[in-house]
């Protein structure tokens, strides 16, 4: 039988292992250190989800096993839970290989930083995330990396026209996390592809799900698994894609080196997500068209910036490459006073003024702070304020008369002014 207790005992139809045995010459502290080791049993019962392990030592089967370079050596680098998230997102982004990193921002910057080195070159489209381009303007900057901007429209050919021969990455955001605009993802990949030029796209909005950007040509696939796959604004998390070995290489050692982790905690959490990925991302696109188009309607409302909605200029693009919304969007209000924008966003209640999105709660924030960080390329300059809403899992048509709370405040606000 071995040693006492390896073999499981029955009772009714529960398995029950024994504890192993413990030597009861061995002082109390060590037996205590020993006790609730983890067994093979408990590794081997088959779950529903991987094992939790919260481990930096890993301890290895044998001195060889210490250097051989085969085995999982120190748990900073990932373990089980972290293998199910990656294979489950390759799975999803249909690539070779995905890197996990702990937040949105910061598998951007890691996956930059694994291609990049001084004196090379990138261009970015003018419509990225706010932390991007001040990591890119300031950080790579510091490190001899330059960053061209392009208009977030820009065409292949345009992008190409400003390439060198130290143009190493170009980097796209379809559709903008604010304006939402939209680029020709499969023209931009194929010429760079052409010119030996690495392709990065933050696709966030898409979530891996109703965009595949690998399919399309793209290089680097990333996405702030912290919005639609965690799904419940409670977790930091990111990852990037990639279907070629060299690239996953650089990634991997990137965050070796770099002394990154993700906590299994927050891996186990964008695993769960993940799980019902498809099914919330249908009820926030179902939704947020609804209200979208409602909020389309409305005079208070110069203009709609949603890339699923046939009036946008970018509609048939979208048509083209996703199989579907998202919850997000904006809208640019009429021309009024900056305290008109204010009054609209105070008198909302169920939508929270926050940012980030992608989770379960309805949000709204207005960005014309934001577009005096960037848009040099070709600046924005609406006539009115630009909304950007997340539609979450409420009832749209509760939604829709909190908006309707906002636009009367709104109209106040702006006689009242003009009075």
Not at 383 to 396: A, K, M, T, Y
Request: charge should be neutral; hydrophobic fraction near 45%.
């Amino acid at each position: 039988m071995g040693r006492a207790g390896r073999r499981p005992r029955r009772h009714g139809r529960l398995t029950v292992a024994k504890p192993p045995k413990r030597d009861p010459k061995l002082g109390e502290a060590t037996r205590l250190i020993r006790a609730g080791e983890a067994s093979p049993q408990n590794l081997a019962a088959h779950t529903v989800s991987p094992p939790l392990q919260r481990a930096s030592t890993v301890i290895l089967p044998n001195a060889e096993a210490l250097y051989d370079g085969k085995h999982q050596t120190y748990g900073r680098m990932g373990l089980a839970v972290h293998d199910a998230l990656a294979d489950a997102l390759c799975e999803l982004e249909g690539a070779a290989h995905v890197q996990l990193y702990s937040s949105g921002a910061a598998a951007v910057a890691g996956a930059m930083l694994s291609v990049l080195r001084a004196g090379d070159d990138l261009i970015a489209v003018d419509c990225v995330y706010a932390p991007t381009r001040r990591f890119m303007d300031q950080f790579l900057t510091r490190f001899g990396v330059t960053t061209r901007y392009v208009g977030a429209r820009a065409t292949a050919d345009e992008i190409m026209a400003m390439a060198t021969s130290a143009t190493r990455l170009i980097v796209l955001e379809s559709p903008g996390s604010l304006t939402f605009e939209m680029q020709d993802v499969p023209a931009i990949a194929k010429a760079a592809s052409a010119r030996g030029i690495l392709t990065l796209i933050d696709n966030t909005w898409a979530a891996g799900l109703t965009f595949k950007p690998l399919a399309h040509g793209v290089d680097l696939s990333v996405q702030a698994l912290t919005k639609y796959v965690c799904g419940h604004s409670d977790v930091f998390l990111g990852s990037c894609a990639t279907n070629r070995q060299d690239l996953a290489t650089k990634l991997k050692l990137g965050v070796r080196d770099t002394g990154w982790a993700v906590s299994p905690d927050d891996a186990y959490q964008g695993l769960r997500g993940l799980r019902t990925l498809a099914t919330r991302m249908a009820a926030h696109g179902e939704a947020g068209l609804e209200v979208a188009r409602w909020v389309e309607q409305q005079p208070e409302v110069a203009r709609m910036l949603h890339p699923a909605l046939p009036g946008f200029p970018d509609h048939e693009l979208w048509k083209r490459d996703y199989t579907g919304a998202c919850g997000l969007f904006s809208f640019v209000l009429m021309p009024a006073p900056e305290a008109a924008t204010h009054a609209f966003l105070d008198a909302l209640e169920l939508f929270g003024l926050g940012f980030s999105w992608g989770g379960f709660e309805s949000l709204a924030i207005h960005c014309d702070p934001q577009f005096k960080l960037g848009r040099t390329a070709v600046p924005w300059t609406p006539d009115g304020s630009v909304i950007r809403l997340h539609v979450g899992q409420e009832s749209p048509a509760d939604l829709i008369a909190d908006l309707r709370r906002g636009f009367d405040a709104f109209n106040r606000a702006s006689t009242a002014k003009l009075g």
